[in-house]
């Protein structure tokens, strides 16, 4: 149901590095759990709509006025800093 | 023993630092075999102190003055390190609080630390913490229950007088159950989730857990009701004065939600349960069978819809902001080096599985099928609601099982939650409530060592906590010894 192809395609979408055995293990585990899903295929959906929310709400609007939400300690908090700001790897690389 | 405790408090019988003191005092002598506690925070004694002032100076005590709370390691209290029991937030500490936690404080709560619980909230055990399981004060050899299981064994052993949860598919309930506690998953957006570090936020619910119905009745008025933080949050319902519940329906699908003959209902968990049932019929109360057709569908839509939010909701965790972050030779790498380290194998199979069933190919054939099966068990919900006031089922279908014993099958895991999953697809609010002991190892269940407690579930249709307080407390009465 699920290949080795799969979970390696998979993983590369959700950015989590797996080793070899963790991909054979994921393989084995999603097929089971895909397994005791294919029972809502006998369910009869037809005219049922989804049901995308659990509270029948739509569009709660607020005032668009500034609010002061306190950060103080966000820039504490970055892995890495320089003179106040976030340092990350460059999203584009020298060829 | 909220209400108890104030009385003490506004006597002068009792100082908030004495509180804060026996409860210090019980974690020191219990924690270091239960591991409840992720973290024990070393200025609850200033907050006591300066609650003893107020008192002394003869204000009125607010709703929860001094009274000493456990929260769970999910929820952000300003200035504390909040991890959600994940190494990939290693050293993060929370620029705000919750607005439970803000509710809470301004009621004059006193928070003792922080509680253990599966990672990010996902699990029946406490075991995927990335420290350690939280064991059963009932029987150490066994789990807690999950994923607040910490919240659980901490209120069960007198390591607090209270605690907050979170429940997204049974989270507060079962750990309830198993550790002989009051637990309560209110109704879906009833109590705000700003500042819960989120899971699958079509269910996530907080609430707290407690050693009498009472007690979560009056943290649940604090904590509830409309928050501008959190656009799904509602008004708080008015009381409505009379309540007085007639008719309980008993769903007949709950006694043989059997999965490959894995998971039935645990005989002794059966028995108590109609001891449950009887008691009600005595108090008065009608007892009818109902049905929920598509119950038998919730445990796999639930697998579909939590993954899918679990993906989503996950992805902001890439060591780029906040938390541990790994070395790698690109921004790539980075990220998949750092939630390699930083995830523990449940929450990397469910984002992965999450990832799956919203792929382009197969939106139709998992996530839609997965919406459309959570309309009906709503519904179905809807249905029996017409007919009677409250639900009745047990928790879980059995009682707390032995660390290690579920950990190598997920799936078996999964099957824990199978009686509290439904609840959350629908929305309702449900309470466990505690019902005694079953025998453990054919021990005599009287005996201090020999049995295990049993939760019973009350459901109620959306935003009617009351009924479930009501009918709690009349519950809780058959076994007043136990908490």
Redo the contacts between chains.
Sequence with gaps: M?SKD??KK??E??????TAG?EEK?EK??S???G????????D?SN????????D?KN?F?NDDVRH??????V?????EERGY?K????F?RE | MIKETIEKLEKGEISARELVSHYQNQIKKKDPELNAYREVFPDAFEEAEKIDKKIKHGDTPRALEGIPFAIKDNILIKGKMSGASSKILEGYTASYDASVIKKLRDEGAIFLGRTNCDEFAMGSSTENSAYGPTKNPADATRVSGGSSGGSAAAVAADMALAALGSDTGGSIRQPAAFCGVVGLKPTYGAVSRSGLIAMASSLDQIGPITKSVEDAEIIFNVIEGKDELDATSLEAKPPSGGLASKTIGVPKEYFSLAEGGKEGLDESIAKKFNEAITFLKNKGFEIKEVSLPSVQYALAAYYIVMPAEVSANLSRFDGVRYGARAEGKNLFDVYAKTRERGFGEEVRRRIILGTYVLSAGYYDAYYSRAQKVRYMIRKDFENEFRNVDLLLTPTAPHSAFKIGEKTSDPLSMYLEDIYTVPINLAGVPAISVPFGTVPKDGKDPASPAGGLPVGIQLIAPRLEESRLFEVGKILEEANPNFS
């Excluded at chain 1, 979408?13 to 797996?18: D, G, K, Q, S, V």
């Design positions: 699920i799969d979970i998979l993983a979408l959700a950015r989590i590095h797996l963790e994921l585990d999603l089971n759990i895909l005791y899903v294919e029972k809502l295929k006998e369910v959906i049922v709509p989804e049901m995308t929310h659990a509270v709400m709660v607020r939400r306190v950060s103080d300690n966000l504490e908090q970055f892995p890495e976030l990350v790897k460059g999203v690389e």
